[in-house]
């Protein structure tokens, strides 16, 4: 079957670093947008980064961006989401998710999800 696998996640302290991963398995996705969200307990699941199918262009939320950096190797199949400078508030669930067509923001326009890698941030 088609699905996504996340990697990566961990607990770090606040300033910390991570790389996370997904790799998907049971097709190649390299005609499709990488997406990752994130859910953190008792919040909504919320767009993290985004990248297009050839890599050329990215997009971030605000709240991560200048620290969270998205990338792909279309030859490995996997997308990557190295984030740094990590705060507490960045605890959450992180789920990688591919999207054929639509916005690179809407979670309901992604047609492959992942189950998720934990991330804990520490204070």
């Known amino acids: 079957q088609v699905r996504l696998v996340e990697s990566g996640g961990g607990l770090v302290q606040a300033g910390g670093s991570l790389r996370l991963s997904c790799a998907p398995s049971?097709?190649?996705?390299?005609?499709?947008?990488m997406g990752w969200f994130r859910q953190a307990p008792g919040k909504e699941r919320e767009f993290v980064a985004a990248i297009s199918w050839s890599g050329g262009s990215t997009y971030y939320a605000d709240s991560v961006k200048g620290r969270f950096t998205i990338s792909r190797d279309n030859t490995k199949n996997t997308v990557y989401l190295q984030v740094n400078s990590l705060k507490p508030e960045d605890t959450a669930v992180y789920y990688c998710?591919?999207?054929?067509?639509?916005?690179?923001?809407?979670?309901?326009?992604?047609?492959?999800w992942g189950q998720g890698t934990q991330v804990t941030v520490s204070s």
């Open positions: 998710a591919a999207g054929y067509s639509g916005s690179y923001y809407d979670q309901g326009d992604y047609d492959y």
């Open positions: 049971g097709r190649t996705f390299g005609n499709y947008a």
